[in-house]
């Protein structure tokens, strides 16, 4: 009847039998409410183009006896963007988390490893609350959330994102972006904020190459976890077995937008954002790279793509992804075709032209990729 853990593995929902009636009906008036979401019809994403491609994988282990770019690509973050709770830095990570709430007074959230499963429990007026956290989201180059999977009473995925999330910025812990600084009574309070199954989809989608889904349930054995191989260039079970002779060079065929798009499946297209929120004042939109991307100058007036400065089988770390050499493609003294900087300065392009932008009060920062000339207020290293 309830919202309940995934009955595909053994974890029940775990209710304490200090329950009280009142928290029956809550149950009782929540489980409505997660039908009632239902109904609304499904929201598919251009990023589910390839989640939902069953047939043609190859192992990706394979791609390593040919391909270069197989040897540094597991060290990016779309490499590492999810794990499964039990993987060694997300375990390490909920074991301090532990001792960190269990340090914050009057709190009543606790995660506990059960056996090699995590389970965060809450209490409010003698009632306790209890989810299994399933993955882990993020590389940790900026921040790690976890997320617990729920099946609701049509037999569809749900998901609770957990209140505590890890930062890079403060190696610690916060509440979790987006989630009310205080947490409401009601009984996922202290535990997080629950999401229907079309976000769930969404969630775990953005994050994952291959989401098995049917009628809503996702088939959480089969996920192939992280932003891989195939979820870019697609299934490769024909190529392999070719040595190589069946190819697609089907990203090399589109033109400047079509390539930004592809990217921006993920990372947001600039048509997603409302046009009043598209402005140099709202920083809420760095966190989109496309969208600033593609107002600035220097992509109108020429053909720059993502992949002018970015080589996404690199970590940002292995390509000198502060150098000069990503500005100096066009503005070098020696290319007629553009101007060099009329401030006349020679190098530290980003700190000036696309500083890092703080994301309200949470720990996180994202360099601005919208190309301009800025106002001296504006300017941070
Ligand atoms: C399927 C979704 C998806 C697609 C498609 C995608 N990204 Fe990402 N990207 C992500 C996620 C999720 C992260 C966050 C990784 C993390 O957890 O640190 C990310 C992170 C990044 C980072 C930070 C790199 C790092 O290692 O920390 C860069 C740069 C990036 N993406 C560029 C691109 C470019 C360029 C493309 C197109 C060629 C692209 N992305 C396509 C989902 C995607
Ligand atoms: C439309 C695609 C999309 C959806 C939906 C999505 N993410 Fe992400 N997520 C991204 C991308 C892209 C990044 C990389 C952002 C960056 O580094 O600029 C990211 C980064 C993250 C990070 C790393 C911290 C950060 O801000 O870089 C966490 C944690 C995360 N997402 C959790 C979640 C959770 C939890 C959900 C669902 C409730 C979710 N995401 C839904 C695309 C998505
Ligand atoms: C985030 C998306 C993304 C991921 C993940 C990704 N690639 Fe790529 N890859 C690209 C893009 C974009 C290009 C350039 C496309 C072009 O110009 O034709 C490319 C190009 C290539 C090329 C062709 C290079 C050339 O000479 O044109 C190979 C080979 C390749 N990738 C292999 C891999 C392998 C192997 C993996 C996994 C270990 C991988 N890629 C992961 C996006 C990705
Ligand atoms: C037995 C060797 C072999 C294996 C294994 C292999 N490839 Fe290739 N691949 C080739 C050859 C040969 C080419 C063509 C020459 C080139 O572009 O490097 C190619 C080209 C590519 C290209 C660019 C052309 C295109 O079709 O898009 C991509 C992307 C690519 N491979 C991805 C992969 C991925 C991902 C894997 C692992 C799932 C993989 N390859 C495994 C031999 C291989
Ligand atoms: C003119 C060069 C340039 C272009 C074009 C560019 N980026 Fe970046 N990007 C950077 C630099 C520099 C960084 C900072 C890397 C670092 O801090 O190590 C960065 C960082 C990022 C990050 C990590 C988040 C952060 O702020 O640390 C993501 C994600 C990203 N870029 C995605 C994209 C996407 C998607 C596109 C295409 C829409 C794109 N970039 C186009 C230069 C560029
Ligand atoms: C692919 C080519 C290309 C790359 C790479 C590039 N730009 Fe540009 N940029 C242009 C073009 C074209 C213009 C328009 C003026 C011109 O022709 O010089 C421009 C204009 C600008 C302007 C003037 C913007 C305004 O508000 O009027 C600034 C500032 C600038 N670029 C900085 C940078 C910096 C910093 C980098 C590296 C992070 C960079 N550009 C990388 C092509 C590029
Ligand atoms: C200390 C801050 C700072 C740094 C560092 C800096 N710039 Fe600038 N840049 C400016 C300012 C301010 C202007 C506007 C000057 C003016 O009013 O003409 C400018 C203007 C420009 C323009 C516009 C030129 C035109 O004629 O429209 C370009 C292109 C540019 N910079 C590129 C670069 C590149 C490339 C680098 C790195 C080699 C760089 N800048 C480093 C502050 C900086």
Redesign the pocket.
């Given at each position: 009847m309830t919202s309940s853990p995934d009955s595909t593995d053994t974890f029940r929902w775990n209710l304490t039998s200090s329950i009280s009636k009142s928290a029956l009906l809550f149950l009782a008036i929540l489980s409505l409410f997660v039908v009632f979401r239902f109904n609304t019809s499904d929201v598919i994403l251009p990023?589910d183009r390839?989640q939902t491609l069953n047939s043609g994988w190859a192992d990706e282990k394979r791609c390593a006896d040919c391909h270069e770019q197989a040897e540094t690509f597991w060290?990016?973050?779309?490499a590492?963007?999810?794990q499964r709770v039990d993987d060694v830095d997300s375990k390490e990570l909920l074991e301090k988390l532990d001792i960190f709430l269990s340090d914050q007074p009057s709190n009543t959230t606790k995660v506990k490893n059960h056996d090699g499963q995590f389970v965060a429990s809450y209490e409010h007026d003698g009632v306790e609350s209890q989810v299994r956290l399933d993955w882990c989201?993020?590389?940790?180059?900026?921040a790690r959330t976890w997320v617990g999977t729920l099946m609701d009473s049509r037999g569809a995925t749900d998901l609770l994102e957990f209140r505590w999330s890890w930062y890079h910025g403060i190696d610690g812990f916060d509440i979790t972006p987006g989630q009310p600084l205080k947490a409401d009574p009601g009984y996922f309070g202290g535990l997080g904020v629950l999401f229907d199954a079309p976000k769930t989809r969404k969630c775990l989608?953005?994050?994952?190459?291959y989401l098995p889904i049917k009628d809503g349930h996702i088939d959480q054995h089969h996920i192939k976890p992280g932003?891989t191989c195939q979820?870019?260039h697609g299934p490769r079970k024909a190529h392999v077995e070719s040595d190589g002779d069946v190819r697609d060079y089907s990203?090399r065929n589109l033109d400047q937008m079509e390539?930004v798009n592809?990217?921006?499946?993920?990372?947001r297209r600039a048509e997603e954002q409302k046009p009043s929120e598209i402005s140099p004042q709202n920083s809420a939109i760095t966190r989109f790279?496309p969208v600033g991307l593609v107002q600035s100058p220097c992509f109108k007036n020429s053909k720059m793509t993502?992949?002018t400065c970015?080589d996404?089988h690199l970590?940002?770390q292995a390509q000198d992804s502060m150098g000069l050499w990503q500005c100096l493609q066009c503005h070098d003294e020696l290319n007629e075709l553009h101007t060099g900087c009329s401030a006349g300065h020679l190098d530290q392009c980003f700190s000036c032209h696309m500083p890092k932008v703080k994301m309200g009060e949470s720990p996180v920062a994202f360099r601005d990729h919208w190309i301009r000339i800025r106002r001296q207020s504006e300017q941070q290293p």
């Open positions: 990023a390839l060290e990016t973050g779309h590492n963007t999810l989201l993020g590389s940790g180059t900026h989608g953005c994050h994952a190459s932003v979820r870019c990203w390539s592809r990217c921006a499946e993920c990372h790279q993502c992949l970015h996404p970590s940002p």
